[in-house]
């Protein structure tokens, strides 16, 4: 991993992001654009973002707002990774994104205009805007990336499982460049109360809404939502050496499964969660047991972070554990690109942030090695990043010091 473009709740660009979770600063406020929804707080994008300015130019009126988040992020990665239009050749450069749900804001407003102005009210750009493949496929056209090219859809596994897709094509040869990640800006009132109605989110009846996620806390009681872009540049370490850049970390290992038991809720025994890991690690050559650093999905779900938990404690015990999203709130399909972009930086830092607003643990995370209060520094030569998924969809990734 030799670039990282960020754009979430914990602010615009890498240096930001990785101070803001670093200090366990939570992001979660009230949400005008809620209205009345039933949840009325989110974790969002900070109003400062400029898609215009930052792309060079007006954009925003072409782009759904999950697309405006992946280009900028994009284009930080690559000038990260120093690819400049002088190294890149297009046809060895793949574009792979997850999002779970795509042109969102788009087919609300224009489902919005249908129902109150008539079908002649639906805007020219709507299709353009919303199809949920666009994301890549306009990434292609602004970066000239002539590659194989396509979404993914895992739900909040689905930027995990962009990147693990990323990984086999520069493993068979397929790319030089790997452009990979995952973007979702849903945070509007039609998905939070179809959340709400899951009982999937925290109302925080017991916190203020910054203290509400609370990944594997005692007093958790659903997730936040929230938005956001993180993309990474994949490349094989001799074309990175090559061109003097430094890597992050390196991605070592993917695995994928499917839980095939229930719509929402994961396998109450974790088997999906564990033959994901365990396939991670198998596919990287290492031994789960002796895994440094764990970057958690663990979304301040009850069920889901006691399964999450137990997976964890059974196969990795050694392990420091942390969950980003105590302070990012769920990204949903750009969570597990996010959390692989923070997992990557821990270990070229040597620090694992803490998991902001954990206090008590719950049932069998008291049993692991939770990063908690402070910054832990120490010896991380390994790590996992987990991402699962309504659906049952499980997406780990892998990573050893660069």
């Known amino acids: 991993m030799t670039g990282i473009g960020l754009v979430t709740p914990a602010g615009v660009g890498r240096t930001a992001n990785w101070a803001t979770v670093c200090a366990a600063r939570p992001t979660t406020r009230f949400v005008d654009a809620l209205g009345d929804a039933p949840v009325g707080f989110a974790s969002i994008v900070p109003d400062t973002f400029d898609v215009d300015r930052l792309a060079g130019r007006r954009v925003s009126r072409l782009y759904d707002r999950s697309t405006q988040f992946a280009l900028v992020a994009a284009r930080a990665a690559l000038n990260d990774a120093r690819i400049t239009a002088s190294v890149l050749d297009g046809a060895r450069v793949a574009v792979i994104i997850g999002t779970a749900f795509g042109g969102a804001q788009t087919f609300e407003a224009n489902h919005a205009m249908l129902l109150t102005e008539g079908p002649g009210a639906v805007n020219a750009r709507f299709l353009p805007k919303g199809l949920v493949n666009m994301v890549s496929g306009i990434l292609s056209i602004e970066l000239g990336a002539t590659g194989p090219n396509m979404v993914v859809s895992t739900a909040c596994a689905s930027g995990a499982t962009a990147i693990g897709i990323g990984l086999g094509l520069l493993r068979s040869d397929v790319a030089d460049l790997v452009v990979c990640g995952g973007t979702d800006a849903s945070v509007t009132p039609l998905h939070v109360a179809g959340f709400n109605k899951l009982r999937a989110l925290t109302r925080a009846r017991k916190h203020t809404p910054a203290r509400a996620s609370r990944p594997f806390d005692r007093d958790h009681d659903g997730f936040v939502m929230a938005e956001g872009a993180g993309i990474l540049v994949l490349e094989r370490d001799a074309d990175a050496v090559a061109r003097g850049v430094k890597p992050y970390a390196r991605l070592a290992g993917y695995g994928a499964s499917a839980d095939a038991h229930h719509v929402t809720a994961p396998h109450p025994e ?9 396939a991670a690690c198998r596919d990287a050559g290492l031994d789960p047991r002796e895994i440094d650093h764990v970057n958690a999905h663990a979304t301040s ?14 196969l990795m015990p050694r392990a420091a554990v942390t969950s980003t999203k105590g302070v990012t709130g769920h990204t949903l399909g750009a969570a597990g690109a996010i959390e692989a972009a923070y997992t990557a930086l821990a270990l070229r830092a040597q620090k694992v942030p ?9 049932d069998k995370a008291g049993e692991l090695d939770l990063v908690t209060s402070s910054v832990r520094t120490g010896r991380f030569e390994t790590a996992i990043s987990s991402s699962f998924g309504f659906g049952g969809h499980n997406a780990v990734l892998a990573f050893t010091a660069a």
């Not at 803490?354 to 719950?362: E, F, M, R, S, Y």
Request: aromatic share 0%; with cysteine.
């Open 270 to 278: 974790g088997h999906g969660a564990k033959a994901a890991v365990r």
């Open 354 to 362: 803490p998991t902001a607003n954990l206090q008590v643990p719950c």
């Open 301 to 314: 779900t009850p069920t889901g972070d006691a399964v999450e938990a137990a997976v964890i404690a059974d």
